[in-house]
């Protein structure tokens, strides 16, 4: 059964950084394109950033332009969400998703993903 774990959110201080991890089992990342997406209390979900099989192109929402940058490691199956500078208005349930694109195009931030995760806390306060 494909499944996408999320794991590294918790609380930090403004101006801190976290790093998101997003892990596949059941399936390999290689062929899939990857997004992150979060949703705060009463907001619509948001694209975050997105990044193709390969790796080499990815994608980013303004609000996060500069401060995140999106990896992935496909021998560890494995996607990473840098955060840096993180502020306030970055609090939100993040999520991954995957799902077949283009291998060396990220798809655009509010790409339709097919395969989800359950999501990790991310509480940015002093």
């Known amino acids: 059964q494909l499944q996408l774990v999320e794991s590294g959110g918790g609380l930090v201080q403004p101006g801190g950084s976290l790093r998101l991890s997003c892990a596949a089992s059941?399936?390999?990342?290689?062929?899939?394109?990857i997004g992150w997406f979060r949703q705060a209390p009463g907001k619509e979900r948001e694209g975050v950033s997105c990044?193709?099989?390969?790796?080499?192109?990815?994608n980013y929402a303004d609000s996060v332009k500069g401060r995140f940058t999106i990896s992935r490691d496909n021998a560890k199956n494995t996607v990473y969400l840098q955060m840096n500078s993180l502020k306030p208005e970055d609090t939100a349930v993040y999520y991954c998703?995957?799902?077949?694109?283009?291998?060396?195009?990220?798809?655009?931030?509010?790409?339709?993903?097919?395969?989800w995760g359950q999501g990790t806390q991310v509480t940015v306060s002093s």
């Open positions: 059941g399936f390999t990342l290689d062929y899939y394109a």
């Open positions: 990044i193709s099989s390969t790796g080499g192109s990815t």
């Open positions: 998703a995957a799902d077949g694109f283009a291998p060396h195009i990220a798809p655009p931030l509010g790409y339709e993903y097919a395969y």
